[in-house]
């Protein structure tokens, strides 16, 4: 079965550390997004990708990047871990049919120190 | 940005009840979409809503895209112990290829 997978599901790092959470879906999806959630402030947007070698920024994307190099992976990198980053990370698809309909992975869990 | 307000932000129900939830916005969507989220997991949909006045049932569950496109609610008959969770209303104001746009969620706690 197609699905979307995230790893590592829980990460500790430290302030300053750059860090890399990996997203892969086997949906075949030419869309894949990339969102934090909080308390308090549900899922906001941090980066997204409309296919190979495309990416865009979305609401929250100071300090994050993501690079598409085939279909099936986009990777967010965290540059410079900050405590502010402390979060859940929540990677998902969808196809491009234009129905808006994304796919969520199971998250991860980053503890900066 | 973009903002939506949903409320309530908990609920404490019996098995049994019905249950009602809502979003709103000041701005216009495009596509209203529920999704559920279990503790650890990552946000699983329930209803996706296309077309303003669309109305739309999966089981139990039944989602309206408000006619003016600001607004969508979700309704839950029956509660069951499986229906505790978050609730999250995402809306979506361009293309299909957009990122989403997510209410603060619904906290939907069942005493037996």
Redesign the interface.
Known sequence: DAEITQSPRHKITETGRQVTLACHQTWNHNNMFWYRQDLGHGLRLIHYSYGVQDTNKGEVSDGYSVSRSNTEDLPLTLESAASSQTSVYFCASSTNTGTGTQYFGPGTRLTVL | ?QQ?N?SPQSMFIQEGEDVSMNCTSSSIF??W?W?KQDP??????LI?L?KAGELTSNGRLTAQFGITRKDSFLNISASIPSDVGIY?C?G?SG???????????THLIIQP
């Open positions: 940005g939506l949903q495009n596509t979409l999704y650890g997991e990552g946000p699983v949909l996706a296309y999250f995402a979506q293309g299909g290829a957009d990122g989403l746009t997510f209410g603060k969620g």
